[in-house]
């Protein structure tokens, strides 16, 4: 993550997944007692885990987003 003070979006809602763009929602570990996002959709392999809060969590899913839309550009 670029800076701990950058915007997040709105937290209510879940974002899209970088690889397939369905919906993805953060949720809590509670094993590792950190967060987690993991596409719903089956086949597709997009995790992303152990993140402090939410909030980083949704940071690292956009930033995971912008880089792989630069993948093939």
Not at 5 to 23: H, I, L, T, V
């Amino acid at each position: 993550m670029s800076r701990p003070d950058e915007y997040a979006g709105d937290m209510r809602w879940g974002w899209q997944c970088p690889r397939c763009e369905a919906d993805v929602s953060v949720d809590r570990d509670h094993r590792s007692e950190t967060f987690r996002w993991k596409c719903p959709t089956d086949g597709c392999l997009a995790v992303g885990i152990g993140f402090s809060s939410r909030r980083r969590a949704r940071l690292a899913l956009r930033e995971y987003r912008k880089a792989y839309q630069n993948v093939y550009r």
